[in-house]
């Protein structure tokens, strides 16, 4: 039987062949844009010593993809982007959408946990587009959910609508009331409180540190004299690169740099809410004699950039500012204060979370693989990837932006001072080597056939593009593996 009622089939058999006995909890805390290369884990002091310092920090965890439908959706699949076909933030680039409804969500990890015994519970942002009327509406709730709290669209912090396991939940503007963090807070303690038993699954999705970076009241004053950094690439002409980066105004105006200051610091402000949330979750864990059987995530969809390669803010790109996400984990059987040096993608989570319940995520459509070994056996280090795809969906308007006629149609996110920072043809996908070589090669879609190629051992920065230097046969080597990950799915992207 093939097709999808065939993989379900198979999804159901494999979770019928589960391990039996008590099974770990999972929480997991996925913040929105927040990078891990501008500082944007400083905030997060709590967060740090009850994960980080008591766990694990994965040094190179990396986004497949710099975007949050699509990112968001490799999360919760295992998939890369090409596998579950989500190519931006709108309805008709697949995010949420009645295909993806129908032929992505019956296979993301709560599916799995949530057959396995698990209660389930997710609060906060999910999918750019989850509650649009075309896809289901409010009423729609997401398959493997048992509580469901899902922010309608995108990023708010007041002013919103949620979804309460299907049923409309209007917010204001009132802080006590209404501010987004706090209500996911509220909502994950109150779950907690009422748990019939174990085990969970708990998904808790804050909207910090994306736009509109709404802080709590008590928090607007906070880090007033900050500003963004101005090492590496900041300011700098994006020389030698595609020609969306080359197109940004070098140096930046007064203006831009101001602008990006501003939204630096407002961004910081909102992740100090989530660092109360994260604190509080942890003692209401501990109070339930719950924390020593839970393992705890903290990561990012993706990461963010303010005024690198003089592209004032906005995610979107190749570069490390933009892929880097930050991950801590700490749980049973894994030590304290350990950094881990291989490469983990967002989707390994997955596989992650179906190994905690004692399910085999090789046996799945997952292209992930489980990182629990490395937590809790140093002897499966030898078997991990050393290099794996970064691959993005340009997008733009076909027509051109009112405040920007100079520009003409096919960019888009153009702001402030008509910086565009997406292109139709801003379309790339990209191998990314740790060892033995530190190493980054991409291929733009576009009519250059555009390459770009970094020694990161020698160019952290990622300042000079040493395609036309590199020996013509080592491109060869690195083009092969890039159409070798671009086709792959499941055990071939493994392999």
């Not at 906060?124 to 899902?150: R, T, V």
């Not at 500003?227 to 080359?246: C, E, M, Q, T, Y």
């Not at 153009?414 to 379309?427: L, M, Q, R």
Request: net charge negative.
């Amino acid at each position: 039987m093939g097709g999808p009622l065939g993989a379900l089939l198979a999804a159901w058999l494999l979770l019928a062949a589960g391990s039996g006995g008590a099974k770990d909890n999972i929480l997991l805390v996925l913040t929105d844009d927040q990078d891990r290369e501008m500082g944007g884990m400083t905030p997060m002091k709590k967060t740090t010593s009850l994960i980080g310092q008591l766990g694990a920090t994965f040094a190179n965890a990396f986004a497949v993809t710099p975007l949050c439908c699509p990112s968001r959706s490799s999360i919760l699949t295992g998939r890369y982007p090409h596998n579950h076909l989500v190519r931006n933030n709108s309805l008709e680039g697949n995010c949420s959408s009645p295909a993806w409804q129908k032929f992505q969500e019956p296979f993301t990890f709560p599916v799995y946990l949530q057959r396995q015994g698990y209660q389930t519970f997710y609060a906060g942002k999910y999918l750019n587009q989850y509650g649009d009327p075309k896809a289901g509406g409010i009423q729609y709730m997401p398959p493997g959910w048992s509580y469901w709290l899902g922010l309608v669209g995108n990023s708010k912090y007041y002013n919103y609508t949620l979804s309460a396991n299907g049923h409309e939940e209007k917010h204001g503007e009132h802080y006590e009331e209404d501010y987004l963090t706090d209500i996911i807070t509220n909502r994950s303690l109150q779950f907690l409180e009422k748990l019939s038993h174990p085990p969970f699954l708990m998904v808790l999705a804050p909207p910090a540190a994306h736009s509109p970076w709404t802080a709590a009241p008590h928090y607007k004053s906070a880090y007033s004299s900050i500003k963004a950094p101005r090492n590496g690439s900041f300011n700098v002409h994006g020389k030698d690169k595609h020609w969306l980066i080359r197109q940004a105004k070098t140096p930046m105006s007064n203006t831009s740099i101001e602008f990006l200051d501003n939204v630096y610091r407002e961004r910081w402000q909102t992740l100090l809410s989530v660092d109360d949330m994260v604190e509080k979750i942890f003692e209401k864990l501990k109070t339930l004699h719950l924390l020593d059987s839970t393992y705890v995530f903290y990561t990012s969809d993706h990461g963010y950039h303010t005024g690198q390669f003089s592209l004032p803010i906005d995610k979107r790109q190749l570069y490390e500012f933009d892929i880097r996400v930050p991950l801590l984990v700490r749980g049973p059987g894994v030590k304290p204060n350990q950094t881990h040096l291989q490469p983990v993608l967002n989707i390994d989570l997955g596989p992650t979370f179906l190994d905690i319940a004692g399910i085999d995520a090789s046996q799945t459509s997952m292209d992930g693989q489980s990182f629990l070994p490395l937590l809790v056996n140093e002897t499966h280090k030898s078997k991990w990837r050393s290099d794996f795809l970064v691959e993005y969906t340009g997008e733009g308007h076909t027509h051109q932006d009112p405040h920007c006629p100079a520009l003409g149609p096919g960019v888009s996110q153009c702001f402030p001072d008509c910086v565009c920072e997406d292109a139709f043809n801003n379309t790339y996908a990209c191998v990314r080597t740790l060892s033995p070589i530190n190493l980054q090669y991409c291929e733009f879609a576009d009519a250059q056939n555009f390459v770009e190629v970094y020694n990161l051992t020698s160019d952290p920065h990622q300042l000079f593009n040493v395609v036309k230097t590199v020996d013509p046969s080592q491109l060869e080597q690195m083009n092969q593996r890039l159409i070798k990950l671009q086709a792959c799915s499941g055990v071939t992207c493994r392999s």
